[in-house]
């Protein structure tokens, strides 16, 4: 192989410029049948710029397109993944699933916690509990021991709580003491010169322990003491608004979480919980109420999107899954 | 009846005296069939004293009777109602037990601390955890969500996080992590002029989530540091060192508990844990090491003690129970 070779061959008539092939990684996931297409017509030349070769053996010139060539085959191999890692984790048990979702997450560390407040707070008291016993078996440990030991910043009291409740599920509620949690809740997000509202004990414990009925309750009392919702006063506070949306309004909260995964330029932990939403959500009753909740948000189809947005197998086994609740 | 009717009364010959009878409801529990005996041979004017009166009827030495039979009349009742808790406990399952106990001990407070303490850490994860969902069935809240709002001292951090837990129960021990661990507790019960134990987050994290093979781990590297064991460092700190106690060596726990409930003059919330633990153990494959630990400690078997200090029904009920595992 000699220095210059790949400006000829890449300009070999007919045949697909490496910035075409690019075209067909773009989005998420792959375009298999054109890439099949494509990649059957390649010439040998070109299919090499699918290996990696030795570096020193090239110029300057050739180790640009030899980045080209890397990075692209790291995504290509990247988006291949996504239809992969879709499939496992729709075949796994929803607790295993939700312990190896849990586990990844504390891996990823800081930008990754909400994975673990969205399983702590979207999930029933039973599930939760379900993928605490999963995380035993895989693990060798309890969730909120490796939690308590990975977190050391002012999150964890909060996450290490939220991971070990089991919370009431039933009718009742006190709405005498959900209103002056309320106010409790208002005073705490208020007084911003103080502790902060995720370091405030009282804060902690409202929002750990009490049922989703009472939250619900409790953010509707708030108003007479704000003219802004709950949640809007919480607005540099994103730990604690999550966790207030996952336990009140699910939907509200998994539709910003897949817009946030759908739009262009989503870095891959945002792009992430595409899959993850969809997978855990696709059995759950409110699979429908996020796609209401999408559609009126952000005034286009899930489906319409994810189409838009996602290629080949990765799209139709999504696309399969968001219409399974219809 | 009249001003000194009761003088006349305690001077029928043949009859047995007031106090008499204080010597038959002694004890815990009632040994009914010598009070059935001495009841029936009581003079009308005699059974009348175990009815309530009208106290302003009486004569201020009239008075002095009437307390006595009041006092004893309360006493009487209590120790019926010993065997009748016993057989009420032990005839629940153990989750609504459990759950029970709980909440009784959040309503007597402070004193019954220790209560929520040995159901969070001498159980099974699982059972603990029936213990959870029966609370939840029972009184329409998570236990931890009632220790929350209930405590608001320094235990509550503890507590919370004592009942919240679902300890892994796999042989997996980390012995680097144990022996690190060892030192970082054995530098907060040191440390006696910084924060107090039971408020250090890496105690409470530890002792709170850890598996209880690995609190014994860290029991046995705690030697490393240390000349004394590991509780007798924490005399002061009761709490953490009935923690400690209940998650390692539940049986040297039952059996000072069971020592200070059988002492001569020990109050009600002492004398209670007698028919708790003998209910809650007899099931237990662990009755037999504490009746090992037991003899060993106190140099009398845990029967005959039982034997001597109680009485009729109740003591041959505790006597069945202790005697189940042999």
Do not use: C
């Given at each position: 192989?000699?220095?210059?070779?790949?400006?000829?061959?890449?300009?070999?008539?007919?045949?697909?410029?490496?910035?075409?092939?690019?075209?067909?990684?773009a989005g998420l996931g792959i375009d298999e049948s054109s890439l099949i297409s494509i990649l059957g017509k390649l010439h040998p030349e070109q299919k090499q710029s699918f290996r990696k070769g030795t570096r020193d053996?090239?110029?300057?010139?050739?180790?640009?397109?030899?980045?080209?060539?890397?990075?692209?085959?790291a995504q290509l191999q990247h988006e291949f993944l996504r239809f992969k890692n879709a499939m496992v984790l729709w075949t796994m048990h929803p607790w295993e699933r939700d312990a190896r979702l849990a586990k990844e997450a504390l891996r990823k560390g800081q930008q990754a916690y909400g994975v673990l407040v969205e399983i702590a707070c979207t999930r029933s008291s039973e599930e939760l509990l379900g993928a605490r016993r999963a995380y035993h078996s895989l693990f060798d440990h309890s969730i909120e021991e490796d939690v308590a030991v990975h977190i050391h910043g002012i999150e964890r009291k909060l996450l290490v709580a939220l991971v070990s409740s089991y919370r009431y599920?039933?009718?009742?509620?006190?709405?005498?003491?959900?209103?002056?949690?309320?106010?409790?809740?208002?005073?705490?997000?208020?007084?911003?010169?103080?502790?902060?509202?995720?370091e405030d004990e009282e804060v902690v414990r409202i929002l750990t322990t009490r049922s989703?009925?009472?939250?619900?309750?409790?953010?509707?009392?708030?108003?007479?003491?704000?003219?802004?919702?709950?949640?809007?006063?919480?607005?540099?506070?994103?730990l604690l608004k999550q966790t207030l949306q996952c336990l009140y309004t699910p939907e509200?909260?998994?539709?910003?979480?897949?817009d946030s995964a759908l739009k262009d330029g989503a870095d891959e932990t945002t792009r992430e919980a595409l899959t993850r939403v969809i997978v855990t959500e696709a059995n759950n009753?409110?699979?429908?109420?996020?796609?209401?909740?999408?559609?009126?948000?952000?005034?286009?189809?899930?489906?319409?999107?994810?189409?838009?947005?996602?290629?080949?197998n990765y799209r139709d086994f999504l696309l399969t899954l968001v219409a399974r609740g219809d």
């Open positions: 192989m000699k220095a210059g070779m790949f400006h000829e061959t890449r300009a070999i008539p007919g045949s697909r410029s490496p910035y075409e092939l690019e075209s067909n990684v053996f090239f110029t300057e010139d050739d180790r640009l397109f030899e980045r080209w060539d890397e990075r692209h085959i599920e039933g009718p009742r509620v006190h709405e005498e003491t959900a209103r002056s949690e309320a106010k409790i809740l208002h005073n705490a997000f208020k007084a911003a010169d103080k502790t902060k509202p995720i989703k009925l009472h939250i619900k309750a409790i953010s509707t009392h708030y108003k007479e003491f704000s003219s802004s919702d709950i949640t809007e006063d919480l607005d540099t506070e994103l509200t909260y998994f539709s910003t979480v897949l009753v409110d699979m429908k109420k996020i796609k209401e909740e999408y559609h009126q948000k952000y005034g286009v189809d899930l489906s319409e999107k994810i189409s838009g947005v996602a290629n080949g």
